[in-house]
């Protein structure tokens, strides 16, 4: 069943049912089992998937996602908003996602990178003709990233490498770097003032809303609240970000900083200017959709608001920036370094935080505009947007019939 409410979505677009039909499910799903003998472990027997949910614009692209709880049913969600994320902001992918049913926390890197290197076995046809191009996700690193190189010896057939075997200068902070841009853009023209100043409530420190509490501080916003799996910490007058970062390396966790120590249900009702989820799925629903303060959520993780919430959230006036522009500055900067990597040209930090900037600015405008224009929300205009690049990208391709 597709994410997408068509219904909804026609109220602003024309969406032909041929397009409809293609949209409502994924085009090819692989599903497979990794067997190793890996000692102390004896046999390891985990269950992986792979989406392709559409490659009219391009190669099926999205993360390999590594979880104890990985299932094929999310596997396409994650495709589906990969398809909608790239059309989005207009770069030459589709969307696809893999996972692989495991806790990578239970083996070690050597272990891991064995489990790694079946995968690419398992997935070499796909990988190697560049159908498929994963980068990492939750779960997996970069250095995974640069098994599936090593495996394949083609730079172009994964993101997200360390930039000392191909990878993209800015690529691990990218997707940091464009939700605080895109917090930066929202505060003008939703909330009608600078970002600088701005109170900004983070859950989940890990490398998405690590890298974006650090980009909210630098462009001047007052980080009062973060959080990671074990609870948080609160400054009413602004948290040091770099002092907070250094600390949870050395401590391994963040409540016992100096501050007040919150949980992260106090932290989703904060009253703050910006609140941004950037831990998991299914944090704001029907249940405390109602206590949410903010008078901004930007959705950092993927589906961290579910359909329930988000009707709360809507009826209560609070605005909601979707995933799918919020943090899509990670496939633009993945697309710079597929780019890089089939020209063998060479791109600095500074150029790769440029163009992520400018895509987002772009997408983020002409979602503005879809929302003005039909009187919806953020997050309807914004499937709206990508639903009709997606629908004159089949039409061009002959995929669609020009007339429905």
Not at 296 to 306: F, H, I, R
């Amino acid at each position: 069943m597709s994410i997408i409410d068509f219904e909804k979505v026609k109220t602003c677009i024309q969406v032909p049912t041929a397009a409809e039909q293609l949209l409502s499910k994924p085009e090819k799903e692989i599903s497979f089992s990794l067997n190793l003998v890996l000692r102390p472990h004896g046999i390891v027997l985990a269950d992986a998937f792979v989406v392709y949910h559409n490659t009219a614009r391009g190669p099926a692209k999205g993360g390999l996602r590594i979880a104890p709880h990985a299932t094929l049913e999310h596997t396409r969600v994650l495709a589906e908003l990969m398809s909608l994320k790239t059309a989005l902001v207009q770069i030459p992918f589709g969307g696809g996602k893999s996972a692989i049913r495991l806790d990578p926390r239970q083996y070690t890197r050597m272990e891991m990178t064995a489990l790694v290197k079946e995968y690419v076995h398992m997935l070499s046809g796909d990988l190697r003709s560049g159908a498929y191009v994963p980068a990492p996700d939750l779960g997996s690193t970069p250095s995974d990233m640069a098994v599936i190189y090593g495996e394949t010896h083609i730079p172009e057939s994964v993101t997200g490498k360390p930039p000392r075997v191909g990878g993209l200068p800015g690529r691990r902070e990218a997707t940091g770097y464009g939700v605080a841009h895109v917090a930066r853009l929202a505060c003008q023209a939703v909330l009608g003032r600078s970002l600088r100043g701005a109170s900004v409530a983070v859950q989940g420190f890990g490398n998405v809303g690590g890298w974006a509490a650090q980009f909210l501080s630098d462009f001047g916003a007052r980080v009062v609240a973060v959080s990671d799996k074990k609870g948080g910490v609160y400054r009413k007058e602004g948290l040091s970000v770099s002092e907070l970062a250094a600390h949870q390396d050395r401590a391994g966790e963040l409540p016992d900083f100096e501050g007040d120590r919150i949980t992260n249900e106090e932290l989703l009702a904060l009253d703050v200017d910006v609140l941004i989820p950037a831990a998991i799925e299914d944090v704001i629903h029907e249940g405390n959709a109602h206590k949410v303060a903010a008078r901004l959520v930007l959705e950092a993780a993927n589906g961290p608001v579910t359909p329930e919430g988000d009707a709360v959230l809507e009826s209560r006036g609070i605005p909601v920036i979707p995933d799918i522009l919020a943090n899509a500055g990670g496939v633009v900067a993945s697309y710079v370094e597929w780019h890089q990597a089939k020209s063998g040209s060479m791109t600095k930090k500074e150029e790769t935080y440029q163009t992520i900037a400018e895509q987002l600015e772009a997408a983020f405008e002409r979602v503005q505009q879809m929302a003005r224009s039909c009187k919806v929300s953020y997050r309807l205009a914004a499937t709206a947007v990508a639903v009709e690049e997606l629908v004159n990208t089949m039409r061009d391709r002959g995929w669609i019939p020009n007339e429905d």
